[in-house]
Structures are given as C-alpha cells and as structure tokens.
C-alpha cells in the first residue's frame, strides 16, 4: 500500500461511518442467532421480561397505600383467602402487594450495583491492562485483595459503620463485586493489545485513549456484557441477605426485608409458608433468570464455550 | 544423563550420577524458595492491607464508641473522659493504630462491649462450632459436586447432564437464608424430626455419646442447607474441567488400549481434570465463610457467624473488627495454601 491514502474527506468518512454501523448491526443479527439458538436462554429472557413488566407496572396494580402499615386491612397472618390471594403479613398487609412491590427495589438495587461495579471493573481492567507497568501492577494486586476478601463479611463490616440506606447498600455491593470483572478485561485486554491492528493503530500515531476506546473496548464489551448478566444474580442475593440480617433501608420493601420481618416476627414458628414462599421464590426466580441468560451470553461471546448448550 | 547442565525438571528421568542427585534436590528448592517467597510476600501484603482496612473502617470512619456504649444512660462528661482513658481513645490516633497492630499480631484482642470478656477467649470458645458445620459442609459440597459434575462433564448433553445442570442451578440461586427457613419450616415444625435451631439441647445427659449423637442431630439441617446452596458451584468446576479434557489424544489411547468407559474417565481424565479445580477450591473459601455466616444466623448455631452478626447489631465494635480481620486473615491464608500446593501437584508451573 502507497502512502497516498487521501485525506477523509466529510463524504468518505460518512461512508465509512455507515459502513462502521452496518458491519456492527451485521455481527449483532449473527451474536442474536447465536443466543436464540439457546433454549435455557430464551426461556431466561422471557422470563426476566415478565419479571421487569410486573416491577415496572407494580404501582398501576397495587396501590402503594397496601404499603402502609396503618392501613393495613387484613389480620395477623392469614393465610390464604380470595381477599389476599398470598395471605397477610404480621400487621395484615398482603404478602402479594409487598412481592410485587418489593421487586422494584431488588431489581432496582441489583442492577444499578452491577452498573457501578462494571464500569469500575472494566475502566480499572482496561486501563491497567493497557497501561501496564507499576499502575497496573497496583490495580492488579489491589483487584486480586478484594477477590479473596470474603464479600459478605466487608459488606456487613462496611454497613454497619456506613449506616443503612439504598445508597449505602448499593456503593457496598458495588464495591465488593468489581474486581472479578476486572480480571476479565484485563485478561482480555492483554490478548486484543498483541493483536496486529493495534500495532497499526499505534503507528498511525494513535493515542492511549483512541487505542482504548476504539479499540479495545469494543472488542472488550460483549464479554464484559456476559458477566455483567452473571452479576446480577449475586448483587441481588447479596441485597437480600444483608436486607434478611436487617441491614437494609428500613424505609423500603425489598424481598430481603420482607423475609427479615418475616422471621422477627416468628413466621416460621406460626407456620406461615405464604408469608414466607411468596418473596423467596421471587428471589430464585430472578436470580435463575438472570443466570440463564448470562450462561447463553457467555456461550454466544465466549469462543472457548461454543458449541456447549446446556 | 550428564552431571551437569541444565536438566528440564519435568524430566522426571532417574537420576544417574551420585553427584547430580545430590545436586538436582538443591536447585528445585532454590526455585521453590523463590516462588514460596513471591506469594508469602503477596499474602503478607495483603494481610497488612487488612490491618490497615479494618482500622480504617471502624476507627475513622465509624464515629465515637463512647456514643453506642451509652446509649441508653446519661453519662457525665467526667464520666465520659474516663470511659475514653479507658479503652485508650484519648490518646493520638498513631499510637492507637501502633497498639492495635501489636494488640491484633500478639492475640491480645481487647475486651467486647457485650460480653466484657476477652475477645481472645469468645473466639477459641466458638471456632470448633464453626469448623464442624462448614467444615462437615464444604466436605460433602465438594465430594458431591465433583462425583457428580464428573459425571456430567462425561456424559454432556445426555439427559442426566440436563437434570443435574438445571438442578444445581435451581439451588445455587436460592438464597442460604430462605433455603434455610424453608428447611426449618418443613423438617423442624412440620415433620419435627429435626431441632429447630442450637447445637445442642439442654436435657441431654452430659456423658460423649449422647452429647455427640444430638449436636450430630441438630447439625443436620444447616449442613443440609449449606451443602445444597453450595455444591452447584463445584459441579459447574468440575464440570468445565472435564470437559477440556474430553478431546484428548490421551483418552483416545486409553480407549484404544481397551479400557473400560469408566475406567477411562477415573483413571485418566479425573486426574487431570482435578489439577485446575484444587485453586478454585481454595479460592472459594470466601464463598464458604460468607454461606457460614448466613446458616449460622438462619439456624442460631453458635459460632462465630452469629457472633459477628450479633456484634453488628449490639454493636461490639472491637468484636466486629477483631472477626474481620480474623475471616479475611483466612480466606488469604487458604489462598496462599493453595499456591503453595499447587507447586507441587502441577510441575509445569516450576519451569514458569
């Protein structure tokens, strides 16, 4: 090749552009195929589709004054009846209306901590994958303490002195679960940075940032994608199990703290499944949704798992 | 074989020459010593980190103890300031951190607010409590999950893999706590053949065996719990493991030397499959302290779960701050343990 390569001109870089857009639509259409060749993971999407519309339409189903403890209708712990299709609680609200209310904050919770933890794992990955040198030695031995730190025992730690809110709680999950992510784009980082075409790049005179947004980001995403799907299920849990041993945001219903009132109040021992069943499941339910459909992600996005369907 | 020049230590040749014996032993150490050194500095680092995080967490960042301790009295300002000589909170913050670090590296731990005993003392009383479950837990977890997610592996796609994949998964998204509720709702209160909660009840006699057979009785229905949130995630190891290995040339020849199906698969493909596993093993050792601690509360067993959950809720800061340390202290040391292992189950990493 001659070094006459013209100068782009707006028309040639507009084509370029469009050019750019149809091969990305392309390999989006293929990864599609790909994922709807998998049944679990189809059956996953479906599934977390009913889940999001039934937390995004809870208000326009269930008044938000079935919340409300003081207008509370029901008695302590019915079970079961065609007023309350799941029962009541201890102060008689329905067990229903709060699963249905308590999905928001689960979802709500779950998904804006795996957003904060992936943006910092994949900026820290990229960065000190790219960078190198005593920077990413640094960032590699600080991801690799939090891996090994045991999550739920800093998360407990850092709620009990931080005080317990949603944003408390979401900043605390964040914080323990980044550090896998980053050892992914780091890993992956590393095999995109031998790569020919950015050698080509950096000769061409491109700087660290083009090279790491340009490049390789967006050979980084789609797997950073599948794990972020594989993190969520572990967010939500852990929302629940800290909102289970109390350390939620006493102002909100979440399907952790409905299971923590639960068991203060001796659920267990009134022998009260309904109160008990209703959020639990909806717990399984999301979680296993979420994993399916991370599972088919990483099959359709991870070479090494092609050709594997579970 | 000559006596010198640099012989491939994974040739694991007999070694000829009484002087190249005597010579080779002392060069695998000197590599050994140099990767032993690299990951004892790494964990020393990392449990130095820790010192460091626990005091920044709940003496900086956490307000003035004085506050919780009484909070339910008034207290005078004399009063106060003797309190705070005390527990040595009037003096200059470097000098807290010097003792707290010799304090923490000697075992003299302090005092915990709710029990005004040493700390020190609680934990030695309910460590074996907290062995016993996620010890018998994490046992049964891996032994499971290995013989069946070898069995998975082995027979990908059939119908047993499915069943078994999708029953792990089922599991593995139920959370600990709720699992464990369900547990107790069903064995304890149903069926009643099983304690609802405790270690041990009151009424047995104290003699060893009838001690015995009930903390067994009522060690059921954690460990139950335990091992079915956690053994989904050593099938799904296991599982992946084998399935690397399941195109090699080796168990060509093995079947091609008549082996029987299941032969092949224990003799030659489980060895292998095992190497990559030991790691993820030890690494999951955070998983297992994190499913303790959660059991434990679900099922008020008294170890030291349930003390650091009570300590967060008295709150018992010093007990809190010591069993940090103590959980995070553990799971590094258990990774060290695995590298350290590791050396000597896998000899392709001495050349590296």
Redesign the interface.
């Known amino acids: 090749m001659t070094a006459s390569t013209p100068t782009p001109a707006p028309a040639a870089s507009a084509a370029r552009r469009r050019l750019a857009r149809a091969r990305r639509r392309q390999s989006l259409a293929r990864s599609w195929a790909a994922y709807r060749a998998q049944r679990t993971g189809m059956i996953g999407l479906v599934l977390l589709g009913a889940i999001v519309v039934l937390a995004i339409a809870a208000p326009v189903l269930v008044d938000e004054s079935a919340l409300s403890v003081t207008q509370a209708t029901g008695g302590r712990m019915e079970p079961p009846s065609a007023a309350f299709p799941l029962g009541t609680d201890e102060v008689g609200r329905s067990v229903l209306a709060l699963t249905l209310w308590g999905s928001r904050i689960s979802l709500l919770i779950g998904l804006t901590a795996t957003v904060v933890a992936v943006v910092i794992g994949t900026a820290v990955g990229v960065t000190s994958g790219h960078v190198g040198g005593w920077y990413g030695w640094v960032a590699l031995r600080v991801s690799d303490w939090f891996m090994v730190l045991p999550s739920l025992v800093v998360a407990i730690a850092l709620l009990a002195v931080l005080g317990r809110s949603m944003a408390t709680t979401i900043i605390v999950i964040a914080l323990v679960s980044w550090s896998g992510t980053t050892r992914l784009v780091r890993a992956q980082t590393l095999t995109v940075q031998s790569r020919p075409y950015l050698e080509r790049a950096r000769a061409l005179g491109a700087g660290h940032w083009h090279q790491m947004t340009k490049h390789i980001l967006p050979n980084v995403l789609p797997l950073v994608l599948a794990s972020a799907t594989l993190l969520v299920p572990s967010a939500i849990l852990m929302e629940s199990s800290l909102a289970w041993l109390g350390l939620g945001d006493p102002n909100v219903v979440s399907w952790g703290s409905i299971l923590n009132r639960a068991s203060d109040n001796g659920a267990v021992s009134a022998h009260a499944w309904w109160y008990l069943l209703p959020p639990g499941l909806a717990i399984l339910l999301v979680v296993l949704a979420f994993m399916m459909c991370g599972r088919a992600l990483e099959a359709v996005f991870n070479p090494r798992l092609r050709g594997e369907s579970a | 074989m000559t006596a010198d020049g640099p012989t491939p230590a994974d040739a694991a040749a007999p070694s000829g020459a009484a002087p190249s014996a005597g010579r080779r032993p002392g060069r695998v150490a000197n590599g050994f010593g140099r990767y032993l050194c690299k990951h004892v500095a790494?964990a020393a680092?990392?449990l130095l980190?820790?010192l460091f995080s626990?005091f920044f967490?709940?003496r900086l960042?956490?307000g003035d103890p004085i506050d919780q301790l009484t909070k339910e009295r008034p207290v005078s300002p004399e009063e106060r300031a003797a309190l705070r000589a005390e527990l040595g909170l009037d003096r200059p913050m470097w000098e807290q951190f010097w003792d707290y670090i010799i304090g923490t590296l000697t075992m003299d731990l302090g005092d915990s607010f709710q029990y005004r005993r040493p700390i020190f003392d609680l934990i030695v009383e309910r460590l074996p409590a907290t062995i016993l479950l996620s010890g018998t837990g994490m046992v049964l977890a891996v032994l499971l999950g290995f013989w069946i997610g070898t069995r998975t592996g082995w027979r990908?796609g059939s119908r047993y893999?499915?069943g078994h994949?999708a029953a792990g998964?089922?599991l593995?998204?139920?959370?600990?706590?709720?699992?464990g509720?369900?547990v107790?709702?069903v064995f304890a209160?149903?069926l009643g053949i099983f304690p609802?909660n405790g270690m041990r009840s009151p009424s047995t006699p104290p003699q060893f065996w009838p001690q015995a057979l009930d903390i067994a009785h009522h060690l059921v229905l954690p460990v139950l719990t335990y091992t079915a949130v956690v053994y989904a995630g050593y099938l799904m190891i296991m599982r992946s493991s084998i399935?690397d290995e399941i195109g090699s040339d080796y168990l060509t020849t093995a079947r091609a030397k008549g082996l029987r199906d299941d032969q092949v698969r224990d003799r030659h493909a489980v060895p292998n499959a095992l190497l990559p596993t030991v790691t993820l093993v030890f690494?999951a050792?955070?998983?297992i302290?994190?499913g303790s601690?959660?059991t434990e509360?679900v099922f008020s067993w008294p170890g030291l779960g349930s003390l650091?959950?009570q300590a967060?809720?008295y709150?018992d800061r010093p007990v809190?701050q010591a069993?940090?340390v103590l959980?995070?202290a553990s799971?590094?040391l258990a990774?060290l343990a695995a590298e350290i292992l590791y050396w000597f189950i896998d000899p392709r990493i001495r050349k590296s």
Do not use: C
């Open positions: 790494g680092v990392s980190l820790v626990s967490i709940f960042i956490a990908q893999d499915r994949v998964l089922l593995y998204s139920a959370p600990t706590f709720w699992l509720m369900i107790i709702l209160r149903y609802v399935l690494l050792i955070g998983g302290v994190n601690i959660v509360a650091f959950v967060v809720f709150p809190l069993l940090f959980f995070s799971t590094i990774v």
